[in-house]
């Protein structure tokens, strides 16, 4: 029963470079998202999909940070340019969708920007 | 605007103890709050929920969460903690009909032996 699957699971930037992390949700979920956690601002929304259309894309991340999904067993982040305030563990995680549904979430993809 | 808080950002006990960490929330419409629990290194995973109906809910693990209107509360409980419980729980609520979820800052949990 395979779960979410991000790669890679770490990731090393200059400051200035274009990074794309990937995310595989669960077969059949209908709802993706895309979260980033630090120690001090905790979980934050990215972007959400339901059905492939992209339903949120969180304001202050709009200009460096592009999400897509390009069918509905694959996702892309694509962060660009890279900033070292981007240093984050980013988590993808689906759901079937509806109201109530739990999120099943990926192991996270650990980035550092130097 | 939901916003979910947590007020303890960390509570140790010994193994066997129970415990409750403390979730509040503020929302005027319908609300689904939920549970979350993540292990060092790793992405979150599903403890339980609650919507309506039986403001008792029970979910994995012997863990359980009690809602309460009155308190805008959805407090988790354990009756008796084992080490490998240690890890960092976050409380979470989301629209009745969207499923994005806000999430509190997170309780980490540590259980001595």
């Known amino acids: 029963d395979a779960g979410v699957t991000q790669t890679p699971r770490h990731e090393v930037a200059e400051k200035g470079q274009t990074i794309i992390l990937k995310c595989e949700p669960v077969s059949g979920h209908n709802d993706l998202f895309w979260y980033r956690q630090t120690k001090i601002q905790g979980l934050e929304l990215l972007s959400y999909f339901r059905s492939k259309s992209l339903m949120e894309d969180g304001g202050a991340f709009k200009d460096r940070f592009k999400a897509e999904m390009l069918n509905s067993s694959f996702s892309t982040l694509k962060i660009q340019p890279t900033e070292p305030k981007d240093s984050a563990v980013y988590l993808c995680a689906s759901s079937l969708g509806g109201g109530a549904s739990e999120q099943y979430f990926g192991p996270g993809t650990r980035l550092t920007v130097l | 605007t939901q916003t979910v808080s947590q007020s303890d950002a960390h509570v140790t006990v010994f193994e066997g103890d129970s415990v409750e960490l403390r979730c509040n929330y503020s929302?005027?419409?319908?609300?689904?709050l939920s549970w979350y629990i993540q292990h060092h290194g790793r992405g979150l995973q599903f403890l339980l929920k609650y919507y309506s109906g039986n403001p008792v809910v029970q979910g994995v693990n012997g863990f359980e969460a009690e809602f309460s209107k009155s308190d805008s509360s959805f407090h988790l409980r354990k009756a008796s903690v084992h080490w490998s419980d240690s890890a960092v729980y976050f409380c979470a609520a989301s629209r009745s009909n969207y499923n994005v979820l806000y999430f509190g800052s997170g309780t980490k949990l540590t259980v001595e032996p």
């Open positions: 929302y005027g419409g319908s609300i689904y």
